[in-house]
Each structure stands twice: as structure tokens, then as C-alpha cells.
């Protein structure tokens, strides 16, 4: 029954009300009740129920509209306050696994300071079974002392029979020989590149089992060459460097995947991935104003062959030029993921500008988000997008790689650093629409320093101009804080994992896109997209805090951020006005609260 007085006794209510209006009516009338005012009397009586009915139909429906917004609004303050909890779980969780990466280092570090403090055992050394290759490293490293000490002598160059080969001479070369000491069972093989075109300098290559090196020499009817070449080469081919073949998919044969080419250059592919970047033995005076570079060479190569089934191999080499002699162990391990682990120990013949450890060699022409375009055909063509930057205090940063007008150098100090790399985040073809080129399988180079701290130093980005995708014009590396000095000895160990789809990426989320635009007035707005960590369980009505600084001579005018439910990336969007010529630097992330969601997105701008 309803309580609200408009709905009791409705039907009789109605009636009893006709008549009384009636009578009232009939009374006005003052006793004489004529049948036409009778019927005027109906009339009016009608009505006034008619407009009640309205009005009370009204009042229901307006009471049933009230009841539904309450229930929406309780809805919406329910979910609300699930969604609030659910982040709060998710920021806890992110909380709790950042430190317990931060307790798994400080472990580590503390178990290396204790082993390297703990004092010999009174009882006197214990004789320790080592295989004959690690003795090998013990003699490879008196041999650069040694060579340290004496003066530099530069090889000497091969025939001009080789030299004066062009490009699709040499590249139709290839190795048809077969390895003695190798063995056949095994599933990693090698192949030798002949010395000629660019690379004017032979090496030497040996295989080394046990502690008895054994020199590769291989006649010239082990390459296909040409039969007027092949006429003037008297003896063994000289070499100038190798290659290795993994059968990365069982049945279908081998693939290359680790070359190593000219001056201390090598580079490595993992499966399903397409030739990219390189990495160097080591960098010196890179970019250096009014100084020449100098390119070190690995000059002699000691392979250990592999026992039958293995997916590892070791080898050695021997690295020098005017500054430094050098021993270099390498192990690799073909996969999805392809690593190279470096162990490095230099001898400093002489003072240099710059030291470069870990050096990562790319190229940058025109990203798919502007910029100038050289080749009006391609959405985008370069091999690396970006350069990544993990510290010790656990800090993730990313620099979008340019094409600039002029050479520009950034160095970034750190008290330590736990990686960094030349990524390849882009991963579609639609981002490059370079047919033939598969620039979207070229693969990401990630450095993690190795059996220590490297200390104190700089990550250094070099980027030069060029107008053709031939050109590597992007170099990055590990600068120490203090210069070498001769007669010095440095030890450096560190891992290089070669990787494609799945990369190396900080646990907060990450930069997939930059995108710039410059106003009439001069004002530069940029555009970031973030993806990953907890931003992709994010509702758009959750509102981030767009963080910039701008350091040097510009300004931040606005910025602003939203979720683009169309790709469900965050949009950071800022703009700055340049106050002069001068390059500013401007840093800008997402937070929630203080906290930081997403890494740090570091560039001097403009871009161009």
C-alpha cells in the first residue's frame, strides 16, 4: 500500500470527490438545479480528476527517475572504489618487487666485497684443476703486457689484388672449405672471411685445443673466387675475420648469427632476427673535437672448438693499436636471445681523450613520427629507436635517437650503472613500411656490466648526420669517470644480449612513440605515448600527473596527459618555447601521487 497520500482508496476517492465538486456546483447555483447546469456542474468534476491523475502520474515517475540515479551513483562509487583498491594493490606489488631487486643487488654486492676482502687460508694455497683455456686467458694477458710495453706496429696491408675487389665481388665470396679439428657432430660451424675490399689486413685465426694452438690456413680453391683473382693469390688466402651458423629450427638447416668483421666490429643475431647493429671490442677518442678517431684491431683469433651438442663456444682474441693492448675472452650462446659474454683485460700504451668500454654502433635516418625525410618511400629506416639507460639506484631512462644537423654528443654521469642498450622497440612492419628491408627484426643490443661495479662514470650517446641507411651514424658506451693512464691495467666484464620481440624493458612502463611539431610563434610541442607496468590496468578517469623539468634556455608552457582508449596508451603531451639557440634539456614521466609510473623520457631539444 502506498504511503505518500496520493494512492489510498483510489476508485472511491475519485468518486466521492466527482460528487462533492458536483454539488458544490449545484449549490453556487443557488438551489436551482437545472439539468444543464447538472451537466456543467459533470463537466468541470471531470476535469479537475483528469489534472489530478496527471499530476499524480508525474510525482511516480519522477520518484522511479530519482530511484534509478541513486542506484547509478551507488554503482558508480562501488566501482569506483574497487578500481582505487585494485591500483593501490598493483602500486604495493611494484613497491614490494622494486625492493626486493634493490635487496637482491645490495646481497650481491656485499657477497663480491666479502670474497674480495676474506684474506688467503693460513694452511697455504689449494691446487685448483683449471681447463688448459683458462690458463690460455693467464698467457693471452702477459702477451698484451708485453705488447704493451713495446711500441705500436701497424699491420701491414694485403695485395691490391684483394683491395681493389668492389662491394659485389666481395660479397659474392663465400667459404666452401672444411675445418680439420673441428668435429662433425658438432652443432655450431664456422666460416672465414677472405681479407680484401674494406678490410685491408689480414688476422689470424687458430684453433685451440687443449694448450696446443693450431694455425687455420686455407688454399684458394676454399673460396669461390674469381678465376682471374684466384690466379694472382700465391699461398693460403689471408683472413680477416669469421662467422658462426647455429641451427636455430631443427630440420631447415643453419643460420648465421655472429660475425665478426673488421677492426674490432662484431654483431650477433638471435632467431627469427635480421642483421643490425654492431658492437666494437672498444672505442677511443670517439667524437673528440679536433681529434682523429683511432679503431683498435683484434689482430689474432684462438677458437676453442665445441664438444658435440653444445649451444656454447669460447674464443679468445688479441686486440691492439697506438693506445692499447688488449685480451679478450668471449663466450656465445645462440637462441632466442643470443648473448655474447665479454672478459676484457687492457694495457694502456699511452694517454687518450675518451675511453670507450661496451661500445654499441647503429644507424637513425627518419623514425615513422616526423622529422626530415630522406627516403619519401619508407615510413621510417633505422636499426635502433632508442637508447636505454638503467642506473644503480635503479633510475630507467630513454633517449629517442635522431638523424641531427650536426654532430651532437650527450654524456650523462651516473655513480653506477646496471645496463643500457640501443633498442629496437618499434616491432611492426606497419611502423617502417620498408618492403625487403625487415627493419622490424633488427634486434635490440642490452650491455649488463658483469663480476663487478664499474664505478663512476658516463654513458656517452654520439649522433652524426647522414642522408643514406648505409651510414652508421649512432654510437653509445660506458665512459669510466677517470682517464686511463699509461702503463695502467683495466678489467672490464660484461654480457651483450642480442634481442628481438622480446626485450629488455623497465618495470614501470616505457616510451613506444615521440612525435614533435613546431608552432608559427615558435613554440615546440612534443607528444610521449607510454605503454606497460601498471599504466596498461589504468582507467582513463584515473587522472596522472604529467612530470617535466626543462633545464637551459626554455620555458614549459603547458602540459597535460590522458589515456588514448583507441591503442590504450598514455598521451604525455607538452609544449616549451626556446628562449635562444642553445639546446635545452627537458625530462618528463607520468606519476600517481609522488610516485613515478612510468621511466624517464631524457632529451635536448629541439630533436632536429
Known amino acids: 500500500m502506498r504511503q505518500d497520500g496520493y494512492g489510498m482508496g483510489t476508485g472511491r476517492a475519485r468518486g466521492t470527490m466527482r460528487w462533492l465538486v458536483l454539488g458544490a456546483s449545484v449549490l453556487v447555483i443557488g438551489g436551482c438545479a437545472t439539468p444543464q447546469a447538472v451537466e456543467r456542474a459533470s463537466a468541470k468534476a471531470d476535469a479537475a480528476l483528469a489534472h489530478s491523475t496527471t499530476i499524480e502520474g508525474q510525482v511516480a515517475a519522477e520518484r522511479q527517475a530519482r530511484q534509478a540515479l541513486a542506484a547509478d551513483l551507488d554503482a558508480r562509487l562501488k566501482t569506483m572504489s574497487a578500481d582505487q583498491t585494485r591500483l593501490a594493490r598493483r602500486l604495493a606489488a611494484t613497491d614490494a618487487r622494486l625492493s626486493a631487486d634493490e635487496a637482491r643487488y645490495k646481497r650481491r654486492f656485499a657477497s663480491l666485497e666479502a670474497r674480495a676482502a676474506q684474506p688467503s687460508p693460513a694452511t697455504g694455497p689449494v691446487a685448483v684443476?683449471?681447463?688448459?683455456?683458462?690458463?690460455?686467458?693467464?698467457?693471452?694477458?702477459?702477451?698484451?703486457?708485453?705488447?704493451?710495453?713495446?711500441?705500436?706496429?701497424?699491420?701491414?696491408?694485403?695485395?691490391?689484388?684483394?683491395?681493389?675487389?668492389?662491394?659485389?665481388?666481395?660479397?659474392?665470396?663465400?667459404?666452401?672449405?672444411?675445418?680439420?679439428?673441428?668435429?662433425?657432430?658438432?652443432?655450431?660451424?664456422?666460416?672465414?672471411?677472405?681479407?680484401?675490399?674494406?678490410?685491408?689486413?689480414a688476422v689470424k685465426i687458430h684453433l685451440l685445443e687443449g694448450d696446443k694452438p693450431v694455425a687455420l690456413e686455407f688454399p684458394v680453391g676454399d673460396f669461390n673466387f674469381d678465376t682471374a683473382v684466384a690466379k694472382q693469390i700465391a699461398g693460403p688466402v689471408p683472413l680477416a675475420g669469421f662467422s658462426l651458423y647455429y641451427p636455430f629450427n631443427q630440420g631447415a638447416g643453419v643460420n648465421e648469427f655472429l660475425s665478426f668483421l673488421g677492426a674490432s666490429?662484431?654483431?650477433?643475431?638471435?632467431?627469427?632476427?635480421?642483421?643490425?647493429?654492431?658492437?666494437?671490442?672498444?672505442?677511443?677518442?670517439?667524437?673528440?673535437?679536433?681529434?682523429?678517431?683511432?679503431?683498435p684491431y683484434f689482430r689474432d683469433f684462438w677458437i676453442v672448438p665445441p664438444r658435440p651438442g653444445a649451444n656454447k663456444l669460447e674464443f679468445y682474441a688479441l686486440l691492439s693499436s697506438p693506445s692499447f693492448a688488449g685480451a679478450y675472452r668471449f663466450v656465445v650462446q645462440p637462441g632466442t636471445q643470443t648473448v655474447v659474454d665479454v672478459d676484457m683485460t687492457l694495457f694502456v700504451r699511452k694517454s687518450v681523450k675518451r675511453l670507450g668500454i661496451a661500445p654499441l654502433t647503429s644507424m637513425y635516418l627518419q623514425g615513422r613520427d616526423g622529422g626530415p625525410r630522406f627516403d619519401p618511400l619508407v615510413r621510417a629506416a633505422h636499426d635502433s629507436d632508442g637508447l636505454s639507460i638503467e642506473t644503480a639506484d635503479g633510475r630507467w631512462l630513454w633517449m629517442p635517437l635522431r638523424n641531427p644537423k650536426r654532430l651532437a654528443v650527450d654524456e650523462m654521469s651516473f655513480d653506477g650503472i646496471k645496463g643500457f642498450g640501443?633498442?629496437?622497440?618499434?616491432?611492426?612492419?606497419?611502423?617502417?613500411?620498408?618492403?625487403?628491408?625487415?627493419?622490424?627484426?633488427?634486434?635490440?643490443?642490452?650491455?649488463?656490466?658483469?663480476?663487478?661495479?664499474?664505478?663512476?662514470?658516463?654513458?656517452?650517446?654520439?649522433?652524426?648526420?647522414?642522408?643514406?641507411?648505409?651510414?652508421?651514424?649512432?654510437?653509445?658506451?660506458?665512459?669510466?669517470?677517470?682517464?686511463?693512464?699509461?702503463?695502467?691495467?683495466?678489467?672490464?666484464?660484461?654480457?651483450?644480449?642480442?634481442?628481438?620481440?622480446?626485450?629488455?624493458?623497465?618495470?614501470?612502463?616505457?616510451?613506444?612513440?615521440?612525435?614533435?611539431?613546431?608552432?608559427?610563434?615558435?613554440?615546440?610541442?612534443?607528444?610521449?605515448?607510454?605503454?606497460?607496468g601498471d599504466l596498461d590496468d589504468l582507467p582513463a578517469w584515473v587522472h596522472l600527473e604529467p612530470v617535466v623539468s626543462v633545464d637551459g634556455d626554455a620555458k614549459l608552457i603547458r602540459s597535460w596527459t590522458a589515456k588514448n582508449e583507441a591503442t590504450g596508451d598514455w598521451r604525455l603531451e607538452f609544449t616549451i618555447k626556446q628562449k635562444g639557440n642553445a639546446a635545452s634539456r627537458v625530462r618528463a614521466h607520468l606519476a600517481y601521487g609522488k610516485r613515478a609510473l612510468t621511466e624517464t623520457w631524457d632529451a635536448k631539444l629541439p630533436l632536429d
Open 129 to 201: 684443476s683449471e681447463p688448459a683455456e683458462a690458463d690460455f686467458m693467464a698467457t693471452l694477458v702477459k702477451r698484451a703486457r708485453n705488447a704493451a710495453a713495446h711500441p705500436y706496429q701497424p699491420p701491414k696491408a694485403v695485395s691490391t689484388v684483394l683491395t681493389g675487389m668492389d662491394y659485389p665481388a666481395y660479397e659474392r665470396l663465400r667459404f666452401k672449405g672444411a675445418v680439420p679439428g673441428w668435429p662433425d657432430a658438432a652443432l655450431l660451424h664456422p666460416s672465414f672471411y677472405p681479407a680484401g675490399y674494406l678490410f685491408h689486413h
Open 422 to 532: 640501443l633498442m629496437q622497440r618499434a616491432r611492426r612492419y606497419a611502423d617502417y613500411q620498408a618492403w625487403g628491408m625487415e627493419y622490424q627484426k633488427r634486434p635490440s643490443a642490452w650491455v649488463t656490466p658483469t663480476g663487478g661495479d664499474w664505478g663512476k662514470g658516463r654513458v656517452v650517446l654520439v649522433e652524426l648526420p647522414t642522408r643514406t641507411q648505409t651510414n652508421d651514424n649512432i654510437t653509445a658506451f660506458w665512459e669510466p669517470a677517470d682517464r686511463p693512464k699509461p702503463g695502467e691495467e683495466l678489467k672490464f666484464s660484461y654480457r651483450i644480449a642480442w634481442q628481438g620481440d622480446q626485450q629488455t624493458l623497465p618495470p614501470l612502463g616505457h616510451v613506444v612513440s615521440t612525435r614533435s611539431g613546431h608552432a608559427a610563434d615558435g613554440d615546440e610541442t612534443y607528444v610521449i605515448n607510454f605503454r606497460g
Open 265 to 295: 666490429y662484431f654483431r650477433a643475431l638471435g632467431k627469427g632476427q635480421a642483421w643490425g647493429l654492431s658492437a666494437r671490442g672498444l672505442a677511443v677518442d670517439t667524437a673528440v673535437p679536433h681529434h682523429a678517431e683511432e679503431f
